[in-house]
């Protein structure tokens, strides 16, 4: 497939090189170059899902190594795994249920192949169903948990494959390709329309008269702001300007042309100002399994704040954004050090930045991280286009988007870089 | 509130007179005569040693000679009080008993308490004479109910039982018209309980190792299986990490982690128990096991261990539990003194005066909001996902 590669190269280039801005555009071109993946893939006849989990992960590994801390890439690989595999198994059973159907002895032949000859075709599409879940206590004593938690590649197409045997294969292989692609352009159309959606909720918590705080730019809290004031909700709105990059300059521009009002102030009012402010609503990078959040450099800062007078600080995250992974040390391992020239003017300081001088080394040096890390604790409210959840409950809407399988195969594939 | 309440008081000063004998005097006699022949006598007054604990103390303490003698007496006790119950349990006329069978396996050092439990409780399938799945049912509990009752403090033994209990009634009548082969169906699943245990240990030693980083410190109290495993997949990782091991009093569990794992050549420090507040500072994360795993997300766990979240807590720094979700139970402690003490004796060197009341106490309640992460064989949980996970299960 020479064409799908240089699809995958182009993007890898872009992602290595930082030109792709935005977790949410990022997402989008993931999911619509995997779904290219999925439909140049060639389907065997055997193991079909199978082949193009593989496809996938082969894919997915190279572009999560490509930009390991955009983690958009990684959640949008996971999803397309997690849907082929729900493909897959809705045919299975469904394949099942026509056996059942139509032949007895069918029937017994394919419990043979489960090595449980009391085993029937409802307990098998049970256990298979249990494989997608996260394990849980429920399946603990079952069969089936030590397959979901020990990765294996594949489980359920090498078990759905001996299944459908008798089932037409060429029909089949046509319609889990056919199914896969609708589930992936529906991921596309979640993540283009996520806006709307969670502005949708803005009026819930957006009250007359109040004052929002927001720390440099994000278009979900532009659209969420802007929907709030579409439904003739008067409010301030409080812009920190998000040093270094001062993309909160962009967003005060953006509200006053639509006719909000608004406040600018640098970063370090934000203090000043919070006793004043009735919710912070920001946007975020990536929100973490446990509820932490990355997200813009400062918002911590913005966090502790609201904390220290108990003002609502509330997230803003559509669900591409949703990561199954931990933070292990978030600082250091999932931020990125920008270029000094955002901070500084080269001109100017060329001379204390120059090697040659002295020792060897220049006497100054810039740090410049992107991001932050927010923990659980000071995040009051999550909104996602499935509504508002608390910190704690972020494990389960991973857990609905998610198969264990991947993360597991994912975290070795991360690891190794 | 049973320990707050007059009654209680009341009986207490009841066994004081009762045991009027044992009173010793204040003045400690030299030690050198004390230790060797006179072993706490008002220890064995009127406490008896939670059985849970007899077996921990058997499978990981590092106990002294006379400490030793001390639980042996208490253990004869409990064993003639589990006696009892075996009659008490006798009535049904089979001369099978379900504790017997626990207290087998539950000899084996490497095997969790839910595991013997559920061996146990396999054996019952095993010897049944029922006909039909609601007679093996009904046996079944009453076999689970006296084993539950037989040893009220541990908390794994309940939540295996609980853990099987549920999956009889749940699973076998709904996929199986044979009764025989739903029969060997349970007991093959129960024999394969040891194996889901181990290898739930293995799985948390996995995901728990992202969490250990080059150069850290990890602070450990008492002695866990779970934790053992983590720290030797670490070790074997070729992890650098150091260890900070509390002493675990009074078993003193502690100096047995500490040895294994200075055999696996991880620098290894011990601290006496008080002194975990001095060192945390120099510590990157606290890693526990746990007794049991409770609806609210805390943890019960050997006594100590709350202090110790406590002050990592207010240090900042991240309190880690290794626990197989099998400990999950339902209870829901609202305070230290929710539950019933598991008592352990307690080893002074020197005879306590019997003026002198003695916190027996062997495990404590670690709420949630002191806890960071639980690392169960069903992933990396946050405390809150426990009650999920249990709600899920009996609803």
């Not at chain 1, 999932?334 to 001379?351: A, T, Y």
């Not at chain 2, 103390?57 to 042996?72: I, N």
């Not at chain 2, 109910?145 to 403090?153: A, G, M, N, Q, V």
Request: charged share 20%; glycine share 6%.
């Amino acid at each position: 497939m020479p064409d799908t590669q240089a699809l995958v190269n182009d993007f890898l280039n872009k992602l290595k090189k930082r030109k792709i801005e935005g977790s949410q555009a990022t997402a989008r071109q993931t999911a619509e170059l995997l779904r290219s993946v999925i439909s140049q893939q060639r389907m065997p006849y055997t193991n079909q899902a199978g082949a193009l989990i593989d496809a996938v992960k082969a894919v997915g590994e190279q572009l999560i190594a490509a930009n390991p801390v955009e983690l958009a890439v990684g959640n949008i690989v996971r999803r397309v795994l997690h849907i082929i595999r729900e493909e897959d198994l809705s045919l299975t059973t469904a394949a099942i249920g026509g056996l059942n159907l139509s032949a007895v002895s069918d029937d017994e032949n394919d419990d043979d192949r489960d090595g449980d000859s009391t085993l029937s075709a409802a307990a098998v599409a049970a256990a298979a169903r249990s494989t997608l879940r996260p394990p849980s206590l429920q399946t603990l004593l079952e069969d089936t948990p030590v397959s979901a938690a020990v990765p294996q590649t594949s489980s359920s197409g090498g078990d759905s494959e001996g299944k459908s045997k008798s089932a037409d294969k060429s029909s089949r292989s046509r319609k889990l390709k056919h199914d896969v692609i609708e589930a992936v352009n529906e991921l596309i159309q979640d993540i283009v329309t996520c806006h709307e959606q969670i502005a949708e909720q803005a009026v819930e918590h957006i009250h007359q008269n109040e004052v929002i705080l927001t720390l440099g730019s994000s278009r979900t809290v532009l659209e969420f702001l802007f929907a709030a004031k579409e439904k003739k909700r008067s409010f301030r709105v409080f812009v920190a300007e998000g040093a270094p990059r001062y993309q909160g300059h962009l967003l005060a521009k953006e509200l006053v042309a639509r006719g909000l009002q608004t406040t600018l102030i640098t970063d370090s009012a934000v203090f000043a100002m919070i006793s004043r402010v009735n919710m912070v609503i920001v946007g975020a990078h990536a929100v973490m399994a446990n509820g932490g959040v990355i997200a813009p450099v400062g918002m911590n800062l913005v966090a502790l704040a609201a904390q220290k007078h108990a003002v609502p600080f509330v997230v803003l995250a559509g669900s591409h954004k949703l990561c199954p992974l931990y933070p292990h040390n978030p600082e250091v391992l999932l931020n990125e050090l920008r270029s000094p020239s955002e901070l500084l003017d080269f001109g100017e300081f060329s001379d204390c930045m120059d090697f040659g001088s002295g020792s060897g080394s220049p006497l100054l040096h810039v740090v410049n991280p992107a991001f932050d890390y927010v923990p659980p604790k000071l995040v009051s409210l999550f909104i996602t286009d499935t509504g508002g959840h608390n910190p704690s409950y972020m494990y389960r809407l991973i857990a609905d988007y998610y198969s264990a399988d991947d993360l597991v195969v994912q975290r070795r594939a991360t690891a190794g870089n | 509130m049973w320990h707050r309440s007059a009654s209680f008081i009341l009986d207490k000063n009841q066994n004081d007179t009762v045991y009027p004998a044992d009173s010793v005097t204040l003045t400690p006699p030299p030690p050198s005569i004390s230790t060797p022949q006179n072993p706490n006598p008002n220890l064995n007054r009127n406490m008896s040693m939670s059985a849970y604990y007899q077996t921990r103390a058997a499978h990981h303490g590092v106990v002294t000679s006379d400490w030793l003698a001390q639980s042996q007496e208490a253990a004869t006790r409990a064993v003639a009080t589990g006696g009892q119950e075996i009659v008490d349990g006798g009535k049904s006329g089979r001369a099978f008993s379900v504790i017997d069978e626990f207290n087998n396996w539950r000899k084996q050092p490497d095997l969790a308490e839910a595991v013997a439990a559920i061996r146990a409780l396999a054996a019952v399938i095993r010897n049944s004479e029922a006909k039909t799945m609601m007679e093996l049912e009904i046996e079944l509990k009453k076999a689970s109910d006296s084993l539950k009752s037989w040893d009220t403090t541990s908390i794994s033994l309940t939540a295996g039982c609980d853990l099987f209990m549920r999956y009889v009634t749940r699973t076998s009548a709904l996929e199986y018209e044979d009764f025989n082969s739903a029969r060997s169906r349970l007991i093959e699943r129960a024999e394969k309980f040891g194996e889901i245990s181990y290898k739930a240990r293995k799985i948390i030693a996995m995901l728990s190792q992202d969490f250990i980083f080059d150069g850290c410190t990890i602070l450990v109290h008492g002695f866990s299986r779970v934790v053992m495993e983590v720290l030797k997949m670490a070790a074997q990782n070729k992890k650098l990490f150091r260890v900070l091991c509390t002493e675990g009093r009074p078993d003193r569990s502690g100096l047995r982690l500490a040895n294994e794992l200075a055999k696996l050549d991880v620098p290894v420090k011990l601290l006496i128990d008080s002194a975990v507040a001095y060192t945390m500072d120099e510590v990157d994360m606290v890693f526990v096991g746990a007794d049991g795993v409770v609806e609210s997300g805390g943890i019960i766990n050997m006594m100590g261990t709350y202090q110790i979240a406590l002050v990592a807590h207010s240090m900042n720094k991240p309190v880690y539990v290794a626990a197989e979700s099998y400990k999950f139970a339902r209870l829901y402690p609202l305070d230290q003194k929710d539950m019933g003490p598991a008592l352990r004796p307690i080893d002074f060197g020197v005879p306590i005066p019997s003026k002198v009341e003695v916190e027996t106490s062997a495990r404590d309640y670690t709420p949630p909001q002191y806890l960071t992460l639980l690392f169960t064989d069903l992933g990396v949980l946050t405390p809150s996902v426990v009650s999920d996970e249990l709600i899920q299960l009996y609803l």
